[in-house]
Structures are given as structure tokens and as C-alpha cells.
């Protein structure tokens, strides 16, 4: 048996992640070791205007499960993390730098991250090729596909995905092409954390019972731009209005221009609503222990199932059915946090008691499975027969939303163009009155898709 001593070394970029670990450890969701580091990253586009996770009010909190806390940024400066990655005979000089530079000698190093298919995630993974993986996922992402093919060498190192169980009864899908197991973070041991949490964040003036909005900035994502992320917003002030809340509280994202909370309060004033703009940057998490809202309403946020499963708390989405046809291409790793979120969550302005196509998180594990795989047909052959199933069988006037006939005639699945039709895309005519039709089409849904 080896006395080498023994390292773990985690990774996060945020406090829910940050949070997600904490509980995962107190938990005993890890073996014993020697030490334990948090590796803290800064992934924002501009780091230097950015507070960093280890300087965020409630990180201290957190903090005494840890060793030792290091930076990336610091370490890799002046690159950014998201765009670093060392190149391969780079790779055993940077190991050495590193082991001399966090004071690891010869320890066996044990590496927990986030976003394993991405940087920082994937250099560091390069940078210790000898250490076992764990891979931790702190949203909706986990039940969708691994968004890029991973080298085999980083793949067959990871031995568990640990992920909250936000969507009780649907196994991610995240890794299996690797045959990784996924294992859930307990519920009561994550809301636990963010107890603590809640207790260090301070003062807060929030009105109790009042509608929560929560801010994204998607725009920052090219999924919309600011005029139409600013609408929403908008829409979700009129729709909780519309359903009777005075007093609503605001949560920007923390990049977010502050010129957006300014034209919810012109709004505010004109419906006679009582608005608070949230500037204390506090996990959405906080706010349902601290204010208990009324109504907690977003577009596609992984709060908003947090909200629901963890808290038992109503929600409303909005804003979903036009993110799914503006995400591009179809496999956008944002698919299916949009697609569990738009079936799962009712809609903001749907006050009409006709049935709902997913009443239950079990429910929907078939369309998962079918958009997953028309994601990603590649890294998931064996899912084919499961898309064929659900495709011939569960298309109806609910869920044609969740797929492209473009993209379904690709992979020559259920609900592909006709053969006899084939001859259409190289038809010019044709092709020109449909993009005429597209364009009046998209126009009335743009009108409609928020609501």
C-alpha cells in the first residue's frame, strides 16, 4: 500500500458551486485525505472587474472545510481561465511548477471539478495526468449530454459524477458515454449549507411573501439581444402582476447593466408596484429561506427548480419557447436546462386549466433522452432505438417544440420531411417562399414567445 500522502484538490468558480461541494463533503461523499485545497476561478469575462468566489459575502462560511485556499487566475496571470490550456509538452514542466508552487511534493493528487469539458476544468485534468477524476455538477446541464467529445485519456480517469437531485426520478445523461456513476448530493445536506449562507449574508431589506424575478443575461450569451432581455424582464414584471403580487423583488445578474433595473422601476411605478431591486449579490437560495416569495419567476434558471424541489415553492417560467428556437446550433449545451425548464415549469401567462404534457420530473425522462440524443447522436448511438420510440410515438401539438424537423430529417428520425418531399430544399423557388414564410412566422412567434 502507498504512504504517499493523500491530496485532493477542488475546483469551483462560483458560490452555488462552492455550495455543492461544501455539502458533498459534509456528507462524506469523498474518502478521507491528508489535505483538501479549493481551487478558486474567476471565470468572468473581465476577472478584474469580477468579485472572485473567496471574496464574496458567505464564503467564509464555507471556507474551514477547506486546507487551504489557492487561485487560478493568479497562478496561470496574465491568461484567462476559460482560454488557457497548456500546451502537451508543456504539460509535466507545468506539474512540477505546480506541485513546488501549492507545496504538493509527491502527494497522490485527487481532483474534483466542474465542467469537466471545458477549461479551466480540462487543463488542470491535463496538468495531473495521473490524478483520479470526480466531476460535480451544480445545474441543469448534468441531465444533457457532454457538450464536446473528451479525449479518452480524461474520460476514463473520471469515476463518479456527484449532482443535486433536482429533477427527482431523471438520471443525468452527462458522462454515461464513459459509463461514469451519478450519485446525488443529499438535498437536506445542500439546503443545510446555504442555511449558513443565508445566516452570513447580513442584512437584507426584502418584503416578506413578495414575487421574486431572476435576472440571467442572456444577451451576454448571444441568445438575445439587450432590447429583448430587457422585454422579458418587463413580462415578468406584468405577469406577476397580472396574478396579483404588489411587491416584488428584482435579482439581476451581477454583470447585468444596471440600466435594465432602471426601466423595471419606470414599469414598476406605472403599474403602481411596490419594486426592490436586489444589490446584494446573494445565491437566489438565500432569498427563499430570508423573504419565502410568493412566486418565484424566471426563463430557464436552475433556481427555479431548486425553488420547487428543495423549497416547495410556485413557480413560473417565461420566455422559454423563444430561447428554443433562437438557440443555435441544436446541440447548444443550453438545450436542455431550456427544454427540462419550459416542460416542467408553468408558464407565467398560462392561466388555463387544460392539461399540462409533463405533470411529473419522471415524465419527462423520455424527451430527455430523445433530445439528448439528437444533441449528440455521435457520443450516444446506443439512445437511438429510445429517441425512435418517443419520436413516433410522443410527437404532438406539446412537443414539436423541442425539436428542428431540419434536424430530425439529419439523423433520419420520426418526424424527418417526408422522401417524397426531399426535393424541396433544392427547389430556389421554393426555397424562397419558405423563407418567406419563416420570416412572417418568426415574427408572430417573437410576439407571442414570452408569453
Known sequence: MSTRPRTQIFLASTLYGAATLAAALDADCFAPADRRLLLVSNNATTPETSPALDTVPGFERLRGRFDRVLSWNETISPFHPGGWSPRPDDAPLWERHLRLLWDLGDDHVELIVESIQVNPALALAQLFPDAPLDVYADGLMSYGPTRN???????????????????????????????????????????????????????????????????????????????????????????AAERGHREIVFKPHP?????????????????????????????????????????????????????????????????TGLLLERLTPYQNSNRIPVTLV????????????????????????????????????????????????????????????YFKRRRLTALALPGAIPSQLSFIPRNATVRRVARRARAVQRRLKKRAAFG
Open 342 to 401: 419550459d416542460a416542467l415549469v408553468p408558464d407565467l401567462g398560462d392561466r388555463s386549466p387544460r392539461p399540462r404534457a409533463f405533470t411529473t420530473p419522471e415524465a419527462v425522462g423520455g424527451l430527455v433522452t430523445a433530445v439528448g440524443y439528437a444533441m449528440q447522436h455521435q457520443m450516444y448511438p446506443q439512445l437511438r432505438p429510445h429517441a425512435e420510440r418517443y419520436l413516433a410515438g410522443g410527437l404532438d401539438q406539446f412537443t414539436w417544440r
Open 149 to 239: 467529445k473528451l479525449d479518452p485519456l480524461i474520460g476514463t480517469r473520471i469515476g463518479r459524477l456527484l449532482h443535486l437531485d433536482l429533477v427527482p426520478g431523471l438520471t443525468p445523461l452527462l458522462l454515461t458515454e464513459f459509463e461514469v456513476e451519478a450519485r446525488t448530493v443529499p438535498a437536506d445536506a445542500f439546503t443545510k449549507v446555504l442555511a449558513e449562507l443565508s445566516d452570513a449574508s447580513g442584512e437584507l431589506a426584502v418584503p416578506d411573501g413578495a414575487a421574486l424575478l431572476l435576472g440571467q443575461y442572456l444577451s451576454a450569451l448571444g441568445i438575445l439581444t439587450p432590447e429583448e432581455e430587457e422585454e422579458l424582464h418587463v413580462r415578468m414584471l406584468r405577469g
Open 255 to 319: 454583470s447585468a447593466p444596471a440600466r435594465w433595473s432602471r426601466l423595471l422601476e419606470r414599469e414598476a411605478e406605472k403599474l403602481d408596484l411596490a419594486l426592490t431591486v436586489l444589490e446584494h449579490p446573494v445565491p437566489a437560495e438565500v432569498l427563499y429561506q430570508r423573504m419565502r416569495p410568493a412566486l418565484v419567476v424566471g426563463c430557464f434558471s436552475t433556481a427555479l427548480l431548486t425553488a420547487s424541489t428543495f423549497y416547495g415553492l410556485p413557480t413560473a417560467r417565461t420566455g
